[in-house]
């Protein structure tokens, strides 16, 4: 089955502690990017990289991290977490960044306290 | 600047009654216009995209979205809404041009849909 995946789904840490939240598509996309969700702001683009080893910045990329070595697997890491990086976060992928039929990845819900 | 408007937060539709949600843009081209859906507790899905050719496109789900070039709208619409349409629908727009910050996909905001039995 076509899909992305991320892990974990929900996470609860600390202020400071580093984390890392995986995301891997299975469908050979070159687009992938990171957003998060927060109430009344919709969606948000942290990260996006169009292909191996090509990241650049979103709208909201401070406190973030992504690395892009293989085509499948795109992380996003959270150096030093804050509360304010509470949020809903999806990982999503696509052949192009065109906006067309972008599979999305079912979430992770990060709270940090 | 492009944008996306979605005027309305929330729509409230008796099951069996056609909907629309509705969706206007600016941007400074042409535009790509999609609608995507998340329901609970998942990820967004795509529903359907209007790139060029007919004004009125069909998606998944029994969805259509009719583009309309001197309103610039894009409004999603079905002839009779199912309570499993109850989600949250999002609008996104880009333009055609790759130039510069013309790539940038715009997302509305959202607006939730419930469907009422």
């Known amino acids: 089955e076509a899909q992305v995946t991320q892990n974990p789904r929900y996470l609860i840490t600390v202020t400071g502690k580093k984390l890392t939240v995986t995301c891997s598509q299975n469908?050979?996309?070159?687009?992938m990017s990171w957003y998060r969700q927060d109430p009344g702001l919709g969606l948000r683009q942290i990260y996006y990289?169009?292909?191996?080893?090509v990241t650049d910045k979103g709208d909201v990329p401070e406190g973030y991290k992504v690395s892009r070595k293989e085509k499948r697997n795109f992380p996003l890491i959270l150096e030093s977490p804050s509360p304010n990086q509470t949020s809903l976060y999806f990982c999503?992928?696509?052949?192009?960044?065109w906006g067309y039929g972008y599979t999305f990845g079912s979430g992770t819900r990060l709270t940090v306290v | 600047a492009q944008s996306v408007a979605q005027p309305e937060d929330q729509v409230n539709v008796a099951e069996g009654n056609p909907l629309t949600v509705k969706c206007t843009y600016s941007v400074s081209g042409n535009p790509y216009l999609f609608w995507y859906v998340q329901y609970p507790n998942r990820g967004l899905q795509f529903l359907l995209k209007y790139i060029t050719g007919d004004n009125l496109v069909k998606g998944s789900y029994g969805f259509e979205a009719e583009f309309n070039k001197s309103q610039t709208s894009f409004h999603l619409k079905k002839p009779s809404a199912l309570v499993s349409d109850s989600a949250l629908y999002f609008c996104a727009v880009r333009d055609k041009s790759n130039a510069g910050n013309n790539r940038k996909l715009i997302w509305g905001l959202g607006t939730s849909l419930a469907v009422n039995p």
């Open positions: 999503a992928s696509s052949f192009s960044d």
């Open positions: 990289s169009m292909n191996v080893e």
């Open positions: 469908m050979n996309h070159e687009y």
